[in-house]
């Protein structure tokens, strides 16, 4: 853009009015400021947004390439321009496989027999009709893989645990940690277990350590090359390696370099979730994702959701100069949501040049973190509504819920929208003068107790309402986050399906492990130089 993000927003933000003067001029603005699809109900009133501010930003997003890159997505353009690399994801969950090509290869077929050799090996699961080595039924799943591979399918497990019918257990290795396996592999018996290695190079350094390791334990526990071949299987795109490691070709499952690592939970990275809920329950979770790409593709941006929330992110962030997001599930089941979203978000769009290589001018990307509420309101809560920090937040809350305790789901509620009332609201000095002279206090003591009980309001939130936390409203808000993503990508005009920061750190761990391991000596700073002493003369 010849003009910046920043220069542009920052002067309609230093004229926007407080919320309290927002609300109180306009009674129907929540139904203004509010939308749906997919059995997600967005309020966005409580935001710093006037109609002024709101068609620029509107503007902006039909001045952007939202459109143009979503259609060079669909028709299989390499749209991630540094890579080469097709994005495309979103076909993983399209109903209607048929007459999807790629440079010549039948892309549908490939997905289908992915599809089905995964759905086969369930069944056998469920069926406890997949025998080990020894003569026993399968009872344990060790899921060993990083990054995408492992947040995706590990957040959707949790957030979907009313819906297990699994009777084999589920451990997720990920961390090079070594507690990691040996805590799992303390628990299980490698004649009923199954190791399933995720990394579509099979040369990840964590996740091939924690797969070494447990060939290893099966080793120890007496099993032959045969048994290893039988107990373990991947979902790779390098063949070769797999089978190298001892894993038969019949046991791998295919990753396609049009698939990021993040947005893999679609692919053969999903079979956790699909072993622990279910082959038809993992259809709708891939149903609910192609709904919201539907609505993504075709709603307006007046009412689409990724748009408006990655419109309101561009606005606080370039805007406002905030640095941070919060996302704020209301759902003990969807506690591990923000780690997703971490990764989805700040891994696609933590850049510092364009996609032709130059610096960007404007700040990209929040740094996002949260919890299930109401734990935060015990904890970071008290920043968000007292410090000078504006930190916008998304508070997630699903209307149905699988448990029978009606009543603290109403409390859960209850809290979940009174935050959002106080962080928009606040409390004035004099509001909270008066409290305490309604308490009781003399007039001295509550004139020196009330500047501590005042917060400043003026704090923006999305509400996200979701009709159910069932498999399809997942899969609908998940592919909601990454399409916000993608339009914050395409609006800044970075590459988001990139990360070649995570390379260098990589790269330098290399010298430093054969240094500490005695195998090279290395020239390193004084500070690295003094670590690796310090970590070699450990007591």
């Given at each position: ?272 979730i699909a072993l622990m809920i279910g082959n038809s329950a ?235 391991s005695g195998q090279a000596d290395g020239q390193f ?15």
């Amino acid at each position: 853009m010849s003009v910046t993000l920043s220069a542009l927003l920052s002067p309609l933000a230093a004229k926007q009015q407080p919320l309290r003067q927002l609300f109180a001029a306009e009674p129907g603005r929540a139904k203004r400021f509010s939308t749906s699809a997919c059995g997600i109900y967005l309020d966005y009133s409580k935001n710093l947004l006037d109609e002024q501010s709101w068609q620029a930003l509107q503007q902006l997003a039909t001045q952007s390439k939202i459109r143009q890159l979503s259609k060079q997505m669909q028709a299989g353009a390499a749209i991630n321009n540094t890579e080469h690399r097709t994005v495309w994801h979103t076909r993983l969950r399209q109903q209607d496989l048929s007459n999807l090509q790629l440079a010549g290869e039948d892309i549908g077929a490939a997905i289908t027999a992915c599809q089905q050799q995964m759905a086969q090996l369930i069944d056998d699961l469920h069926a406890q009709r997949y025998i080990g080595y020894q003569g026993k039924p399968i009872t344990d799943l060790v899921w060993v893989g990083i990054g995408g591979s492992l947040l995706g399918p590990q957040m959707a497990v949790e957030a979907l645990t009313p819906y297990h019918c699994s009777p084999v257990n589920l451990h997720f290795a990920g961390n090079i940690d070594g507690a990691v396996v040996s805590d799992i592999t303390k628990k299980l018996d490698p004649a009923t277990t199954l190791v399933v290695v995720a990394s579509k190079s099979f040369g990840t350094e964590e996740t091939k350590q924690n797969a070494l390791a447990l060939r290893q334990w099966f080793n120890d526990a007496g099993a032959d090359s045969n048994a290893i071949a039988h107990h373990f299987w991947a979902t790779s795109s390098n063949v070769k390696a797999a089978a190298e490691f001892g894993i038969i070709e019949k046991h791998i499952l295919p990753m396609w370099d049009w698939v990021g690592g993040r947005y893999s939970l679609w692919s053969a990275i999903g079979l956790p979730i699909a072993l622990m809920i279910g082959n038809s329950a993992f259809k709708e979770l891939l149903a609910g994702a192609a709904a919201m790409d539907e609505h993504f593709f075709n709603a307006p941006f007046s009412e689409n959701l990724p748009v408006i929330l990655a419109l309101l992110g561009i606005w606080y962030i370039n805007g406002f100069g905030c640095q941070a997001q919060a996302l704020l599930p209301y759902s003990h089941y969807l506690r591990l949501l923000p780690s997703y979203v971490q990764q989805l978000d700040m891994e696609s769009n933590g850049k510092s040049v364009d996609r032709r290589g130059q610096p960007l001018q404007d700040a990209t990307a929040p740094v996002i973190w949260g919890d299930a509420g109401t734990n935060g309101q015990h904890a970071y809560h008290q920043l968000l509504h007292q410090s000078q920090l504006k930190v916008p937040a998304d508070f997630i809350l699903p209307l149905q819920v699988s448990h029978s305790f009606a009543d603290q789901h109403q409390r859960l509620a209850a809290h979940c929208f009174a935050q959002t009332q106080a962080l928009m609201q606040g409390k004035t000095e004099e509001e909270a003068l008066a409290e305490c002279l309604a308490a009781g206090m003399t007039q001295q003591a509550a004139a020196e107790l009330a500047p501590h009980k005042v917060s400043p309001g003026n704090k923006p939130s999305n509400t996200l309402l979701l009709d159910a936390l069932s498999p399809y409203h997942l899969g609908a808000l998940i592919a909601m986050y990454e399409h916000k993503v993608f339009c914050q990508g395409a609006i800044w005009e970075l590459n988001s399906f990139d990360q070649w920061g995570v390379e260098l750190g990589k790269q330098l761990s290399g010298p430093i492990y054969q240094a500490i391991s005695g195998q090279a000596d290395g020239q390193f700073d004084c500070s690295t130089a003094s670590l690796i002493k310090r970590f070699l003369q450990k007591p």
